[in-house]
């Protein structure tokens, strides 16, 4: 069974840095196109990066330049380290699947919550 | 910022069909598959259509989806209490993926 098991969220003031987990199993998450979506509260969803099985990544504008996707292989785990947080980062983030032969994001995490307040 | 566009809501009573639009441009839906999530309150979105008109294994008949150009559409036929969500679209564009703004599904 495919699951994914988001970490890390919590209250950090501004300008602060996390760093978020997503634990896969049931899968290789080096296999797959790996992505963190994010929700504010009461707001819609934004898509934040992407890291594809080959290893490249992608950002959304609003991100770019403070975080970075990664991946660990030994340990099945995707990562987005979040540097220079701002008020507008708080939002509930997701770990998606994608598998990469344009089936859509078909698994997802829980999701985190992240409040970025001082 | 999203870059398709859906009303921000529908609705319809039971057993009614309903339909959902989004509205891109020439480097998103003109050019890739739409794929189409449904958030109901509180939990994780769930993929309900792939590759414009596709639907995973598990998700009803009853959800449609469509695209022509630089739109797309999403119907519920039949529509059911359980259908009561927020749908968004969405769609590549270039290396990025952009979501549509949501539309919330009201059934009366």
């Known amino acids: 069974e495919v699951q994914l098991v988001e970490s890390g969220g919590g209250l950090i003031q501004p300008g602060g840095s996390l760093r978020l987990s997503c634990a896969a199993s049931?899968?290789?998450?080096?296999?797959?196109?790996m992505s963190w979506v994010r929700q504010a509260p009461g707001k819609g969803l934004e898509w934040v990066s992407v890291?594809?099985?080959?290893?490249?990544?992608y950002y959304a504008d609003s991100v770019k330049g403070r975080f970075t996707i990664s991946r660990d292989n030994s340990k099945n785990t995707l990562y987005l380290q979040m540097n220079s947080l701002r008020a507008e980062d708080t939002a509930v983030y997701y770990c998606?699947?994608?598998?990469?032969?344009?089936?859509?994001?078909?698994?997802w995490g829980q999701g985190t919550l992240v409040t970025v307040s001082s | 910022q999203s870059v398709l566009t859906q009303p921000p809501s529908a609705s319809g009573t039971p057993g009614q069909r309903v339909t959902i639009s989004c509205s891109g441009s020439?480097?998103?839906?003109?050019?890739?598959?739409v794929y189409w999530y449904q958030q109901l309150p509180g939990t994780a979105p769930k993929l309900l259509i792939y590759?414009?008109?596709q639907r995973p294994s598990g998700v009803p008949d009853r959800f449609s989806g469509s695209k022509s150009g630089t739109s797309a559409s999403l119907a519920i036929s039949g529509l059911r209490s359980e259908d009561e969500a927020d749908y968004y679209c969405?769609?590549?564009?270039?290396?990025?993926?952009?979501f549509g703004t949501g539309t919330k599904v009201t059934v009366l």
């Open positions: 998606a699947r994608d598998l990469g032969d344009s089936s859509g994001y078909l698994d």
């Open positions: 049931g899968f290789t998450v080096s296999s797959n196109y």
């Open positions: 890291i594809y099985s080959g290893g490249s990544t």
């Open positions: 020439s480097s998103n839906i003109g050019s890739n598959y």
């Open positions: 590759r414009n008109n």
């Open positions: 969405a769609a590549w564009d270039d290396s990025l993926y952009v």
